[in-house]
């Protein structure tokens, strides 16, 4: 009976043991699946097979996890469209302590200021030099939101920064959107409506001017015939410039369709040339055409002849001496026009604004030869409807080079 007793207790005692070994493991593997929560490790789980208490805590554990797992993949997904939203936004992005020290920036703000200069742990006053700006950034934040224009000379552009003030985290926020284009196209605009004014009103008074005269019962044959031909010359002013305002509104148009045919472009060149043969003659100027073998080309030609003759005029107006050569080439599947002349040549610094409207680097000569200041802009606006582009190299008393560069437009089946 003893004996009975004592192998019983010996039962109980393993029994007993067994279980505070497993009670223990499953401990052990709770205190290191606790450890990989800890450690962000949320996709793990506890897959033992218990019961009682210690099945409901692993249960609870496993369901926490994957609560924590799900809120992961949501913040990294917010995290991802954040740093995507930041690198490919188009304003400049930087976010910085209160004492100007920068935490990140954006590739649009490294590309307009370089690539070493908004680097995390530079000082973003030390960066811009800047009166105005440096005293926007040292300014304690009185609102949430704060805003100013930044005219940046040097690189030639202009800025409206706003500035937020993330007061939870003591942080900035500042963007800066470019607003070059829009300051030139007011600045632009502004003149137009100026030289537009201008430009009518100088033949306007002429013709006014000269009818009066001719309004003298005692005015001398000769000086009427005059008088009229003055007159003349300034009706046809203002008949050329409402035609190239007509053409130039024209190409401007969005929803202008180009009416794309075959052209020659050789013989088209030389459809041109012959128009201003006589006038080069005229003025002991030589206008040259070598053609050589190219393909036919797809585009508009209406708008492909308003941009030759237009370069073909401003090439033998503006030269005195010399003359104009024009060539055609095709490479690697696109068009070359080229339209040089030994003319009187453009500034350098007036080249960015020579295809504004109504601008001429020579408004006197301009005006006494009969140019409108528009031709340039219709070329420009041609060009870009081709989706081409124009370049322009130019000397002082040396010539200038106009070069049209022209992608094939042939549809594609």
Same mark, same amino acid.
């Given at each position: 009976?003893?004996?009975?007793?004592?192998?019983?207790?010996?039962?109980?005692?393993?029994?007993? &043991?067994?279980h505070l070994i497993i009670y223990y493991k499953n401990l052990k593997d709770i205190v290191q699946? !606790?450890?990989d929560l800890l450690n962000a490790k949320y996709s793990s789980r506890i897959l033992k097979k218990t019961k009682g208490m210690l099945a409901n805590l692993i249960e609870n554990l496993n369901a926490l996890a994957e609560k924590l797992e799900e809120k992961k993949s949501i913040s990294g997904g917010k995290e991802e469209l954040l740093n995507i939203f930041f690198e490919e936004m188009?304003?400049?992005?930087? &976010?910085?302590?209160?004492?100007?020290?920068?935490?990140?920036? %954006?590739?649009?703000?490294?590309?307009?200021?370089?690539?070493?200069?908004?680097?995390s742990g530079k000082i973003i006053q030390e960066l811009i030099i800047n009166r105005e700006f440096i005293e926007f950034t040292n300014k304690i934040p009185d609102k949430k939101i704060e805003f100013m224009e930044l005219e940046l000379p040097d690189l030639g552009k202009t800025f409206i920064v706003s500035r937020f003030y993330l007061e939870s985290q003591q942080w900035f926020i500042y963007l800066f959107n470019d607003i070059t284009d829009a300051k030139n196209l007011k600045r632009i605009k502004a003149d137009f409506i100026t030289n537009l004014s201008h430009e009518l009103r100088t033949p306007? !008074?002429?013709?006014?001017?000269?009818?009066?005269? &001719?309004?003298?019962?005692? &005015?001398?044959?000769?000086?009427?015939?005059?008088?009229?031909?003055?007159?003349?010359?300034?009706?046809?002013?203002? !008949? %050329?410039?409402?035609?190239?305002?007509?053409?130039?509104?024209?190409?401007?148009?969005?929803?202008?369709?180009?009416?794309?045919?075959?052209?020659?472009?050789?013989?088209?060149i030389q459809e041109v040339i012959s128009l201003f043969r006589k006038t080069a003659e005229e003025k002991g100027l030589y206008l040259n055409f070598s053609p050589v073998s190219i393909p036919t080309y797809s585009g508009d030609r209406f708008l492909i002849q308003q941009l030759l003759i237009n370069l073909v005029s401003n090439g033998i107006r503006f030269t005195e001496k010399?003359?104009?050569?024009?060539?055609?080439?095709?490479?690697?599947?696109?068009?070359?026009?080229?339209?040089?002349?030994t003319g009187i040549g453009i500034p350098s610094e007036e080249i960015p604004r020579i295809f504004e409207r109504f601008y001429t680097v020579d408004k006197a000569r301009s005006r006494t030869q009969g140019g409108t200041g528009l031709g340039l802009s219709i070329v420009k606006h041609i060009v870009q409807l081709h989706q081409g582009e124009i370049k322009v190299e130019s000397r002082l008393r040396q010539g200038s080079k106009f070069t049209v560069i022209l992608p094939d437009l042939t549809p594609t089946s």
């Open positions: 009976m003893i004996y009975l007793i004592i192998i019983i207790l010996i039962f109980i005692i393993l029994f007993l &043991l067994l699946y !606790t450890k188009k304003e400049g992005f930087v &976010l910085t302590r209160l004492s100007g020290e920068i935490i990140q920036a %954006n590739r649009s703000i490294q590309k307009i200021f370089g690539e070493k200069a908004f680097q306007l !008074t002429a013709i006014k001017g000269y009818l009066e005269a &001719l309004d003298d019962p005692d &005015l001398d044959k000769v000086n009427r015939e005059r008088f009229v031909k003055i007159v003349r010359e300034n009706i046809e002013r203002l !008949t %050329n410039i409402v035609s190239d305002l007509l053409v130039l509104s024209d190409v401007e148009r969005q929803e202008r369709k180009l009416n794309i045919e075959k052209i020659d472009l050789n013989e088209l010399g003359g104009v050569e024009v060539s055609a080439k095709y490479e690697k599947d696109k068009f070359y026009i080229t339209v040089s002349d």
